[in-house]
């Protein structure tokens, strides 16, 4: 039981003393050796590095040390760098409005060096000599001079040496490591104009040269990127704008999945707008598909607060809600391109470079000409010619317009000035007709065609339950069906989406479907949509089903007016394409 303190008692309330403070501060900022090596590499970027080098032993457990060639300190700066919030960053509160720099709290330095054997060496430009400075569990051991080059290194041995606790909740060194190369690879995208060297136990596991070329990097990170099809993205809305890269949908697979964030190229975490970004690649991807995503977006500087928690990784949006809206807008609007349709064996190179400016506040990458797409940042061109002569392009035939060609009853194929289509039949018109659904629905839906003979179906209970479920959207869709005895329904109007629809067919398996659910119907947001699947799936031109040429020419017409051609509402694609140089390697004419 508390008992309230005698009057004339002493004092219970004390200020800690800096090594106390800062070994709590130690506990946010210094999570793991992943979050020393940030700290440091982010020191290093501010201060205008080249060139980073980081090297690890043990999986940083007995040693990190990260060097670097920027502007480095003088010997005034050293010694006052390990007081807490001690920072060249910031000057006024007013500055945290519009934060330019990856770090500005002061406290990073301090709290490392609070929790283990740290050695500094800087030397400023200019400078006759350099400065090093040893310190010991947050306590200064001794400054003296050091011959160095311009630039700073800092040496971490023995973490957590005072803090067993915490010590002993760090993982093996392999999975240390990897938490390591995960926080090196962030700051390596964000930051295509510095080379970086990772070291582990005197093996090199990365080394990046300096560049502008955001492809060549995710490549030089990842061996498995060049087959992962990614396509750039770049938009602007307002004061918001996106880049990067996104993966084409039917390369898209289920599982572990490669996502970087950044905003005004600060890495950052943020699952709302993960999750705005795969909301854009809804009806084009199965359900449990990941697509790799590298989004950099740039928005106003008081319009993002990354004052939020000591490690930094963490972001507040002052619109949210809007922010989200656009991602999903942006991806969207990428994936309605040639670029995300799927192609004749491997994805072609990505091509994205970023231009100019300087710091952690540098624009999103941009887009120049490559071999497959031409992308101008936030003002998407035309694309141009290949350096192979090939060019990739909306559908577009030749004029007059060629001869389409059915193959099996199934495939279709046409000539384009850059090679050739083939598309699939049931696909494609199922795109088509899911879309045409959509847009219904937000009208006044779309009356059926009057039968001169009704059909009666006659359904179980739980499959009658699903119909009276459905009613209004089936009568949206153009069905007019009402309930015939116990047992039936008569069917007297139905839609018309091909000559060769089959109604009462279709009737029956959307209600099959509906009740014993599917990957599509699990995917739907709402019993609206869950119909529009279900009839564009049921509803569309089978595969097997011979079509006039006329029939052939209107199916490519309307599927190139949809707002996704490329990809049908199961995350399938709907076209594959073959470009004509592509055909010119298959038969040695380069």
Same mark, same amino acid.
């Given at each position: 039981?508390?008992?309230?303190?005698?009057?004339?008692?002493?004092?219970?309330?004390?200020?800690?003393?800096?090594?106390?403070?800062?070994?709590?501060?130690?506990?946010?900022?210094?999570?793991?050796?992943?979050?020393?090596?940030?700290?440091?590499?982010?020191?290093?970027?501010?201060?205008?590095?080249?060139?980073?080098?980081?090297?690890?032993?043990?999986?940083?457990?007995?040693?990190?040390?990260?060097?670097?060639?920027?502007?480095?300190?003088?010997?005034?700066?050293?010694?006052?760098?390990?007081?807490?919030?001690?920072?060249?960053?910031?000057?006024?509160?007013?500055?945290?409005?519009?934060?330019?720099?990856?770090?500005?709290?002061?406290?990073?330095?301090?709290?490392?060096?609070?929790?283990?054997?740290?050695?500094?060496?800087?030397?400023?430009?200019?400078?006759?000599?350099?400065?090093?400075?040893?310190?010991?569990?947050?306590?200064?051991?001794?400054?003296?001079?050091?011959?160095?080059?311009?630039?700073?290194?800092?040496?971490?041995?023995?973490?957590?040496?005072?803090?067993?606790?915490?010590?002993?909740?760090?993982?093996?060194?392999?999975?240390?490591?990897?938490?390591?190369?995960?926080?090196?690879?962030? *700051? +390596?995208? =964000?930051?295509?104009?510095? @080379?970086?060297?990772?070291?582990? !136990?005197? %093996?090199?596991? /990365?080394? #990046?040269?300096?560049?502008?070329?955001?492809?060549?990097?995710?490549?030089?990170?990842?061996?498995?990127?060049?087959?992962?099809?990614?396509?750039?993205?770049?938009?602007?809305?307002?004061?918001?704008?996106?880049?990067?890269?996104?993966?084409?949908?039917?390369?898209?697979?289920?599982?572990?999945?490669?996502?970087?964030?950044?905003?005004?190229?600060?890495?950052?975490?943020?699952?709302?707008? *993960? +999750?705005? =970004?795969?909301?854009?690649? @809804?009806?084009?991807?199965?359900? !449990?598909? %990941?697509?790799? /995503?590298? #989004?950099?977006?740039?928005?106003?500087?008081?319009?993002?607060?990354?004052?939020?928690?000591?490690?930094?990784?963490?972001?507040?949006?002052?619109?949210?809600?809007?922010?989200?809206?656009?991602?999903?807008?942006?991806?969207?609007?990428?994936?309605?391109?040639?670029?995300?349709?799927?192609?004749?064996?491997?994805?072609?190179?990505?091509?994205?470079?970023?231009?100019?400016?300087?710091?952690?506040?540098?624009?999103?990458?941009?887009?120049?000409?490559?071999?497959?797409?031409?992308?101008?940042?936030?003002?998407?061109?035309?694309?141009?010619?290949?350096?192979?002569?090939?060019?990739?392009?909306?559908?577009?035939?030749?004029?007059?317009?060629?001869?389409?060609?059915?193959?099996?009853?199934?495939?279709?194929?046409?000539?384009?000035?850059?090679?050739?289509?083939?598309?699939?039949?049931?696909?494609?018109?199922?795109?088509?007709?899911?879309?045409?659904?959509?847009?219904?629905?937000?009208?006044?839906?779309?009356?059926?065609?009057?039968?001169?003979?009704?059909?009666?179906?006659?359904?179980?209970?739980?499959?009658?339950?699903?119909?009276?479920?459905?009613?209004?959207?089936?009568?949206?869709?153009?069905?007019?069906?009402?309930?015939?005895?116990?047992?039936?329904?008569?069917?007297?109007?139905?839609?018309?989406?091909?000559?060769?629809?089959?109604?009462?067919?279709?009737?029956?398996?959307?209600?099959?479907?509906?009740?014993?659910?599917?990957?599509?119907?699990?995917?739907?947001?709402?019993?609206?949509?869950?119909?529009?699947?279900?009839?564009?799936?049921?509803?569309?031109?089978?595969?097997?089903?011979?079509?006039?040429?006329?029939?052939?020419?209107?199916?490519?017409?309307?599927?190139?007016?949809?707002?996704?051609?490329?990809?049908?509402?199961?995350?399938?694609?709907?076209?594959?394409?073959?470009?004509?140089?592509?055909?010119?390697?298959?038969?040695?004419?380069?």
């Amino acid at each position: 039981m508390k008992t309230r303190p005698e009057a004339g008692s002493r004092p219970r309330i004390r200020v800690l003393p800096d090594h106390v403070a800062n070994r709590i501060a130690a506990g946010e900022v210094v999570e793991r050796p992943a979050s020393v090596v940030k700290e440091l590499v982010e020191n290093a970027l501010d201060a205008g590095a080249s060139a980073v080098r980081v090297s690890i032993e043990q999986g940083g457990k007995g040693r990190i040390r990260v060097a670097d060639d920027g502007c480095g300190m003088i010997r005034e700066d050293l010694l006052v760098c390990l007081d807490r919030h001690a920072t060249s960053k910031i000057r006024r509160a007013e500055d945290l409005r519009d934060v330019h720099t990856l770090g500005f709290r002061g406290e990073a330095l301090p709290s490392i060096a609070a929790v283990s054997r740290m050695v500094i060496e800087t030397a400023a430009a200019g400078e006759d000599a350099g400065s090093r400075l040893r310190v010991l569990a947050g306590r200064i051991q001794g400054v003296e001079d050091a011959a160095r080059r311009t630039g700073t290194t800092v040496d971490v041995r023995n973490l957590f040496l005072n803090t067993p606790v915490r010590a002993r909740f760090l993982r093996a060194a392999g999975v240390e490591t990897r938490a390591v190369s995960e926080v090196l690879h962030s *700051l +390596a995208l =964000a930051n295509l104009d510095t @080379r970086f060297v990772f070291e582990s !136990n005197g %093996r090199t596991i /990365l080394d #990046l040269p300096a560049g502008r070329d955001l492809p060549a990097r995710i490549g030089a990170i990842w061996k498995d990127a060049a087959a992962a099809g990614l396509i750039p993205l770049a938009t602007q809305r307002g004061g918001l704008r996106l880049a990067g890269a996104v993966q084409r949908p039917d390369l898209a697979r289920p599982g572990f999945r490669r996502a970087h964030l950044f905003v005004n190229g600060r890495p950052f975490r943020d699952g709302g707008i *993960l +999750a705005a =970004a795969d909301a854009g690649y @809804r009806t084009t991807v199965p359900e !449990n598909a %990941r697509p790799w /995503l590298f #989004l950099f977006l740039a928005v106003p500087g008081g319009d993002v607060d990354v004052n939020v928690h000591p490690g930094k990784a963490e972001v507040r949006f002052r619109q949210g809600g809007q922010l989200e809206k656009f991602v999903e807008a942006s991806v969207r609007e990428t994936l309605e391109g040639i670029e995300s349709a799927a192609t004749w064996g491997e994805p072609r190179p990505l091509r994205v470079v970023r231009e100019g400016a300087e710091g952690a506040g540098k624009p999103p990458p941009q887009a120049e000409s490559g071999e497959n797409v031409q992308i101008h940042l936030f003002r998407p061109e035309a694309a141009a010619e290949d350096d192979d002569g090939d060019s990739e392009e909306v559908y577009m035939p030749r004029a007059p317009r060629p001869a389409l060609l059915q193959i099996h009853n199934s495939f279709i194929l046409a000539e384009t000035r850059d090679g050739v289509i083939i598309l699939d039949q049931h696909a494609a018109h199922e795109r088509i007709l899911y879309e045409r659904i959509a847009a219904g629905f937000e009208d006044a839906g779309r009356e059926g065609q009057r039968l001169l003979f009704p059909f009666t179906v006659r359904l179980t209970k739980p499959e009658l339950e699903v119909l009276e479920s459905i009613w209004d959207p089936l009568a949206r869709l153009g069905f007019e069906v009402s309930r015939f005895g116990y047992d039936a329904i008569l069917v007297q109007s139905v839609p018309a989406p091909h000559r060769y629809f089959d109604a009462e067919r279709c009737i029956r398996e959307m209600i099959h479907e509906l009740l014993h659910g599917s990957d599509l119907m699990n995917s739907a947001r709402n019993q609206n949509e869950r119909v529009a699947m279900s009839f564009a799936c049921k509803g569309a031109i089978r595969a097997g089903q011979k079509l006039a040429q006329e029939e052939m020419q209107e199916l490519f017409d309307q599927l190139f007016a949809t707002e996704l051609p490329y990809h049908d509402i199961h995350g399938r694609p709907t076209v594959v394409r073959l470009g004509l140089g592509e055909l010119r390697r298959k038969f040695g004419r380069t």
